[in-house]
């Protein structure tokens, strides 16, 4: 009996020394590749929120118009400063101060129809001066691409450029984001008296002038 016990009490170590061992023999999996990878995952959940709040402040102001009231026959041009071909600002009201003013709208530079239009109105640009009435283009496209178009075709008059179409709206020429071609007839002071939306390129001149002519 105490022969058993001692072996029991001798073998007891040996078990315990064996199972106090596998521990280090199975260390835990490694966790630092875990917490780089959550580390990773913030940042970029970070940089997602920062963008987009960031975007969310800057949409209202890339979105932002000026908002002018709608002109009809009877109105008058508003007071809304645009570029002219050559990037300086004009006030649109001003336009009228000495002069009528005939506007024709162009729904893009240097393209078929739109050119027939304009070059309609420089063959007989003459003729508006002659009664006292001055020619403006009012399209989109931006300063740019009307001086490069008015070199190009030896266009007399000059272009104001509505990248936003806020005239171009107020006018009634501007649904779904395009342009309508259009002319407009102000008298001296600024008062609208004609326009035709839609015109074909090649009658706008020459109602245009017809119609100034029958004041």
């Known amino acids: 009996m105490a022969s058993t016990t001692a072996d029991t009490d001798a073998a007891a170590p040996r078990r315990s020394s064996r199972i106090s061992s596998q521990p280090a023999a199975a260390p835990p999996p490694p966790k630092p590749k875990a917490k780089r990878s959550a580390d990773a995952d913030g940042e970029k959940a970070a940089k997602k929120i920062k963008a ?20 009809d ?11 002219n071909e050559k990037g ?24 078929p129809g739109c050119t027939t239009q304009a070059c309609g109105f420089r063959d007989i640009y ?15 496209d ?3 691409a009307q001086t490069k178009w008015q070199t190009k075709k030896e266009l007399p008059y000059p272009l104001l450029s509505d990248p936003k179409r806020v005239l171009i709206r107020a006018l ?3 649904e779904g984001g395009k342009t309508k071609r259009s002319h407009f007839v102000f008298e001296k002071g600024g008062k609208l008296l004609d326009k035709k939306i839609p015109v074909k390129p090649a009658d706008s001149p020459r109602l245009a002038l017809e119609f100034v002519k029958s004041l």
């Not at 649109?92 to 393209?111: N, Y």
């Not at 003459?126 to 989109?140: G, I, K, Q, R, T």
């Open 126 to 140: 003459p003729d508006f001066s002659s009664v006292n009435y001055e020619v403006y283009c009012l399209s989109a």
């Open 52 to 71: 987009t709040a960031e975007g969310t402040a800057e949409e209202p102001a890339a979105a932002a118009a000026p908002e002018v009231q709608a002109i």
């Open 73 to 83: 026959v009877g109105g008058t041009l508003p007071a809304v400063t645009l570029k």
């Open 172 to 174: 009634g020429a501007g």
């Open 142 to 144: 931006t300063p740019a």
């Open 88 to 111: 300086e600002d004009v006030d649109v009201s001003t336009l009228t101060a000495e002069k009528g003013l005939i506007l024709f709208l162009v729904p893009k530079a240097d393209t």
